[in-house]
Protein backbone atom coordinates (compact mmCIF):
# COMPACT_ATOMS: atom_id res chain seq x y z
CA UNK A 1 0.00 0.00 0.00
CA UNK A 2 1.21 3.31 -0.91
CA UNK A 3 0.65 6.99 -0.45
CA UNK A 4 -0.20 8.21 2.97
CA UNK A 5 -0.44 4.85 4.87
CA UNK A 6 3.01 2.84 3.33
CA UNK A 7 3.47 0.78 6.07
CA UNK A 8 -0.22 -0.44 7.38
CA UNK A 9 -0.35 -3.77 5.76
CA UNK A 10 2.83 -4.40 8.05
CA UNK A 11 1.16 -3.15 11.22
CA UNK A 12 -1.73 -5.63 10.49
CA UNK A 13 0.00 -8.79 9.49
CA UNK A 14 2.18 -8.28 12.89
CA UNK A 15 -1.39 -7.47 14.57
CA UNK A 16 -2.67 -10.59 13.52
CA UNK A 17 0.48 -12.37 14.08
CA UNK A 18 1.26 -10.98 17.47
CA UNK A 19 -2.93 -10.62 19.20
CA UNK A 20 -4.35 -13.68 18.97
CA UNK A 21 -1.15 -15.41 21.02
CA UNK A 22 -1.20 -12.07 23.35
CA UNK A 23 -4.79 -12.37 24.43
CA UNK A 24 -4.85 -16.20 24.61
CA UNK A 25 -1.70 -16.14 27.12
CA UNK A 26 -3.65 -13.48 29.17
CA UNK A 27 -6.75 -14.70 28.95
CA UNK A 28 -5.65 -18.75 30.39
CA UNK A 29 -3.92 -17.35 33.60
CA UNK A 30 -1.57 -16.70 35.58
CA UNK A 31 0.92 -19.76 34.89
CA UNK A 32 0.34 -19.58 30.83
CA UNK A 33 0.86 -16.02 30.90
CA UNK A 34 4.31 -16.65 32.81
CA UNK A 35 5.15 -19.06 30.26
CA UNK A 36 4.43 -16.91 27.74
CA UNK A 37 6.72 -13.87 29.04
CA UNK A 38 9.43 -16.20 29.35
CA UNK A 39 9.59 -17.07 26.20
CA UNK A 40 9.14 -13.24 25.05
CA UNK A 41 11.92 -11.75 27.51
CA UNK A 42 14.46 -14.59 25.74
CA UNK A 43 13.82 -13.49 22.34
CA UNK A 44 13.65 -9.89 23.30
CA UNK A 45 17.49 -10.14 25.72
CA UNK A 46 18.75 -12.35 22.02
CA UNK A 47 17.08 -9.10 19.72
CA UNK A 48 18.67 -6.42 22.15
CA UNK A 49 22.12 -8.47 22.35
CA UNK A 50 22.36 -8.54 18.75
CA UNK A 51 21.30 -4.93 18.30
CA UNK A 52 24.55 -4.22 20.40
CA UNK A 53 26.83 -6.22 18.39
CA UNK A 54 26.71 -9.24 21.00
CA UNK A 55 25.77 -12.79 20.84
CA UNK A 56 23.99 -14.61 23.26
CA UNK A 57 25.55 -18.56 22.52
CA UNK A 58 28.91 -16.69 24.76
CA UNK A 59 29.81 -14.34 27.33
CA UNK A 60 29.11 -11.24 27.52
CA UNK A 61 25.47 -11.53 25.49
CA UNK A 62 24.76 -14.74 26.90
CA UNK A 63 24.69 -12.66 30.43
CA UNK A 64 22.03 -10.91 29.42
CA UNK A 65 19.10 -13.75 28.74
CA UNK A 66 20.73 -15.58 31.65
CA UNK A 67 19.80 -12.38 34.22
CA UNK A 68 16.40 -11.69 32.79
CA UNK A 69 15.25 -15.24 32.85
CA UNK A 70 16.86 -15.75 36.62
CA UNK A 71 15.02 -12.33 37.90
CA UNK A 72 12.05 -13.97 36.51
CA UNK A 73 12.20 -17.01 37.87
CA UNK A 74 12.84 -15.21 40.92
CA UNK A 75 9.66 -13.21 40.91
CA UNK A 76 7.66 -16.55 39.99
CA UNK A 77 8.52 -17.40 43.75
CA UNK A 78 7.64 -14.61 44.96
CA UNK A 79 10.80 -12.94 46.26
CA UNK A 80 10.51 -9.85 44.00
CA UNK A 81 12.98 -7.73 46.02
CA UNK A 82 15.62 -10.55 45.16
CA UNK A 83 14.57 -10.38 41.10
CA UNK A 84 14.87 -6.71 41.62
CA UNK A 85 18.20 -7.29 43.30
CA UNK A 86 19.54 -9.28 40.71
CA UNK A 87 18.80 -6.70 37.52
CA UNK A 88 20.37 -3.80 39.79
CA UNK A 89 23.46 -6.39 40.31
CA UNK A 90 23.56 -7.47 36.89
CA UNK A 91 23.08 -4.76 34.59
CA UNK A 92 26.28 -2.80 37.36
CA UNK A 93 28.23 -6.22 36.43
CA UNK A 94 27.16 -6.76 33.16
CA UNK A 95 28.84 -2.92 32.53
CA UNK A 96 31.61 -3.11 34.46
CA UNK A 97 32.55 -6.54 32.51
CA UNK A 98 31.69 -5.76 29.25
CA UNK A 99 32.86 -2.42 29.29
CA UNK A 100 36.58 -2.39 29.40
CA UNK A 101 37.01 -6.02 27.77
CA UNK A 102 35.04 -5.55 24.52
CA UNK A 103 36.36 -2.62 22.02
CA UNK A 104 33.05 -2.34 20.10
CA UNK A 105 30.82 0.73 18.34
CA UNK A 106 28.50 -0.19 20.89
CA UNK A 107 29.89 0.64 24.50
CA UNK A 108 29.07 -2.18 26.96
CA UNK A 109 26.48 -0.21 28.93
CA UNK A 110 23.95 -0.56 25.79
CA UNK A 111 24.27 -4.13 26.06
CA UNK A 112 24.06 -3.84 30.12
CA UNK A 113 20.66 -1.71 29.93
CA UNK A 114 18.75 -3.94 28.51
CA UNK A 115 18.83 -6.32 32.10
CA UNK A 116 16.85 -3.30 33.27
CA UNK A 117 15.13 -2.52 29.98
CA UNK A 118 13.31 -5.95 29.40
CA UNK A 119 13.85 -7.21 32.95
CA UNK A 120 11.95 -4.71 34.59
CA UNK A 121 9.20 -4.98 31.92
CA UNK A 122 9.07 -8.76 32.07
CA UNK A 123 9.00 -8.92 36.14
CA UNK A 124 5.99 -6.16 35.84
CA UNK A 125 4.09 -8.01 33.20
CA UNK A 126 4.07 -11.19 35.71
CA UNK A 127 3.42 -9.55 38.79
CA UNK A 128 -0.12 -8.20 37.07
CA UNK A 129 -1.34 -11.21 35.83
CA UNK A 130 -0.35 -12.76 39.00
CA UNK A 131 -2.63 -10.68 41.25
CA UNK A 132 -6.54 -11.32 41.75
CA UNK A 133 -7.34 -8.29 39.11
CA UNK A 134 -4.85 -9.41 36.80
CA UNK A 135 -6.63 -10.28 34.17
CA UNK A 136 -8.56 -6.98 33.94
CA UNK A 137 -5.84 -5.42 34.41
CA UNK A 138 -2.99 -6.80 31.74
CA UNK A 139 -5.98 -6.67 29.11
CA UNK A 140 -6.91 -2.60 29.93
CA UNK A 141 -2.70 -2.08 29.77
CA UNK A 142 -2.27 -3.90 26.31
CA UNK A 143 -5.61 -2.42 24.86
CA UNK A 144 -4.14 0.97 26.37
CA UNK A 145 -0.47 0.63 24.44
CA UNK A 146 -2.50 -1.09 21.14
CA UNK A 147 -5.16 2.29 21.12
CA UNK A 148 -1.69 4.47 21.59
CA UNK A 149 -0.08 3.07 18.88
CA UNK A 150 -2.70 2.76 16.17
CA UNK A 151 -4.11 6.42 17.03
CA UNK A 152 -0.94 7.81 16.84
CA UNK A 153 -0.33 6.47 13.82
CA UNK A 154 -3.94 6.60 12.41
CA UNK A 155 -4.15 10.72 13.42
CA UNK A 156 -0.53 11.06 11.72
CA UNK A 157 -0.70 10.16 8.72
CA UNK A 158 -4.71 11.74 8.17
CA UNK A 159 -3.46 14.59 9.62
CA UNK A 160 0.22 15.19 9.57
CA UNK A 161 1.70 18.71 10.44
CA UNK A 162 4.79 19.41 12.72
CA UNK A 163 7.29 16.47 13.34
CA UNK A 164 7.28 15.61 17.19
CA UNK A 165 11.32 14.84 16.77
CA UNK A 166 12.47 14.90 13.71
CA UNK A 167 16.00 13.62 14.64
CA UNK A 168 14.85 10.32 15.90
CA UNK A 169 11.44 9.35 14.10
CA UNK A 170 10.90 11.91 11.13
CA UNK A 171 7.45 10.34 10.58
CA UNK A 172 6.38 11.33 13.39
CA UNK A 173 3.82 14.05 14.49
CA UNK A 174 2.29 16.31 16.83
CA UNK A 175 -1.29 15.45 15.78
CA UNK A 176 -0.29 11.78 15.56
CA UNK A 177 0.89 12.06 19.28
CA UNK A 178 -2.23 14.19 20.63
CA UNK A 179 -4.41 11.53 18.66
CA UNK A 180 -2.70 8.26 20.60
CA UNK A 181 -3.41 10.46 23.62
CA UNK A 182 -7.18 11.09 23.00
CA UNK A 183 -7.51 7.32 21.56
CA UNK A 184 -6.12 5.84 24.85
CA UNK A 185 -8.45 7.73 26.88
CA UNK A 186 -11.58 6.89 24.92
CA UNK A 187 -10.01 3.10 25.23
CA UNK A 188 -9.06 3.36 28.53
CA UNK A 189 -12.62 4.17 29.44
CA UNK A 190 -14.79 2.16 27.29
CA UNK A 191 -12.66 -1.09 28.77
CA UNK A 192 -12.98 0.22 32.18
CA UNK A 193 -16.75 0.01 31.14
CA UNK A 194 -16.64 -3.16 29.39
CA UNK A 195 -14.73 -4.74 32.34
CA UNK A 196 -16.30 -3.41 35.08
CA UNK A 197 -17.52 -0.35 35.81
CA UNK A 198 -16.38 3.57 35.33
CA UNK A 199 -17.01 4.49 39.47
CA UNK A 200 -13.54 6.94 38.85
CA UNK A 201 -14.17 8.26 35.49
CA UNK A 202 -11.36 11.09 35.59
CA UNK A 203 -8.57 8.55 37.51
CA UNK A 204 -9.29 5.95 34.65
CA UNK A 205 -8.47 8.43 31.76
CA UNK A 206 -5.42 9.76 34.22
CA UNK A 207 -4.11 6.23 34.19
CA UNK A 208 -4.75 5.66 30.65
CA UNK A 209 -3.17 8.98 29.63
CA UNK A 210 -0.17 8.16 31.95
CA UNK A 211 0.49 4.68 30.71
CA UNK A 212 -0.11 5.81 26.69
CA UNK A 213 2.27 8.68 27.26
CA UNK A 214 4.93 6.28 28.41
CA UNK A 215 4.07 3.98 25.11
CA UNK A 216 4.70 6.55 23.22
CA UNK A 217 7.86 7.41 24.84
CA UNK A 218 9.19 4.09 24.64
CA UNK A 219 8.27 4.09 20.62
CA UNK A 220 10.29 6.96 20.43
CA UNK A 221 13.16 5.36 22.68
CA UNK A 222 13.01 2.42 19.92
CA UNK A 223 13.23 4.57 17.57
CA UNK A 224 16.29 6.39 18.95
CA UNK A 225 18.01 3.18 19.60
CA UNK A 226 17.58 1.85 16.23
CA UNK A 227 19.23 5.05 14.98
CA UNK A 228 21.89 4.93 17.26
CA UNK A 229 22.46 1.32 16.63
CA UNK A 230 22.09 2.43 12.24
CA UNK A 231 19.45 -0.75 11.92
CA UNK A 232 15.80 -0.25 10.56
CA UNK A 233 14.32 -3.76 12.66
CA UNK A 234 15.95 -5.10 15.73
CA UNK A 235 15.42 -8.19 13.86
CA UNK A 236 14.05 -10.59 11.24
CA UNK A 237 12.12 -12.63 13.48
CA UNK A 238 8.49 -11.80 12.25
CA UNK A 239 9.77 -12.24 8.54
CA UNK A 240 9.42 -9.01 6.71
CA UNK A 241 7.73 -7.34 9.92
CA UNK A 242 10.53 -6.58 11.95
CA UNK A 243 11.19 -8.14 15.70
CA UNK A 244 9.48 -8.33 18.83
CA UNK A 245 11.17 -4.90 19.94
CA UNK A 246 9.60 -3.08 17.30
CA UNK A 247 6.28 -4.19 18.04
CA UNK A 248 6.56 -4.01 21.96
CA UNK A 249 8.42 -0.92 22.45
CA UNK A 250 5.49 0.87 23.93
CA UNK A 251 4.43 -2.55 26.53
CA UNK A 252 8.19 -2.41 28.01
CA UNK A 253 8.07 1.10 29.04
CA UNK A 254 4.58 1.25 29.85
CA UNK A 255 4.37 -2.18 32.03
CA UNK A 256 6.64 -1.12 35.25
CA UNK A 257 4.39 1.86 35.51
CA UNK A 258 0.79 0.04 35.49
CA UNK A 259 3.04 -2.55 37.90
CA UNK A 260 3.55 -0.31 40.45
CA UNK A 261 0.35 1.20 39.95
CA UNK A 262 -1.25 -2.12 41.05
CA UNK A 263 1.35 -2.18 43.96
CA UNK A 264 0.19 1.07 45.31
CA UNK A 265 -3.51 0.06 44.99
CA UNK A 266 -3.12 -3.02 46.75
CA UNK A 267 -3.92 -6.58 45.40
CA UNK A 268 -7.24 -7.07 43.67
CA UNK A 269 -7.83 -3.53 42.78
CA UNK A 270 -8.65 -2.73 39.18
CA UNK A 271 -5.89 -0.28 38.18
CA UNK A 272 -8.38 2.42 36.62
CA UNK A 273 -10.77 2.49 39.36
Known amino acids: ?42 LLAWEWARLCGFSTQRLPGLALPVLVLGAGVLGVG ?19 VAEPR ?22 ALIHLRGDAAGLGNVLFLFLVVWASDIGAYVAGRWLGGPKLAPAISPNKTWSGAAGGLVSVMA ?43 NVKDSSALIPGHGGLLD ?27
Open 1 to 42: MTGRWPDLRKRVLSAALLLPAAILGIWLGAEAWTALMAAAVA
Open 78 to 96: GAWWAALAVLAAGFLGLWV
Open 187 to 229: VGLLSAYVMGSVAAPLRTVLVAAILGLLAQVGDLFESWIKRRF
Open 247 to 273: RLDGVLTAAPAAALLGVLLGPGEALWG
Open 102 to 123: FGRAVPGFWLAFGVPYIGLAGL
